[in-house]
């Protein structure tokens, strides 16, 4: 699954830890969202969407 964080993440000047610190999640889980590692939850890609003002659709896309 494609994402959009780092781009609105660096948009924001935000590191990871404080992205991270947002979401209640570790910096390491951002950081595997970010490059594809992992895929996060439905609750936590709610969150995030929460987080950046916009719809999940947005944020994520498949391959």
Known sequence: MNN??????AERKWSQQDLADRLEVSRQSVNAIETGKYDPSLPLAFR??????????ELFQRD
């Open 48 to 57: 995030i969407a929460d987080v950046f003002g916009m719809p999940i659709e």
């Open 4 to 9: 959009r964080l780092r781009v609105l993440r």
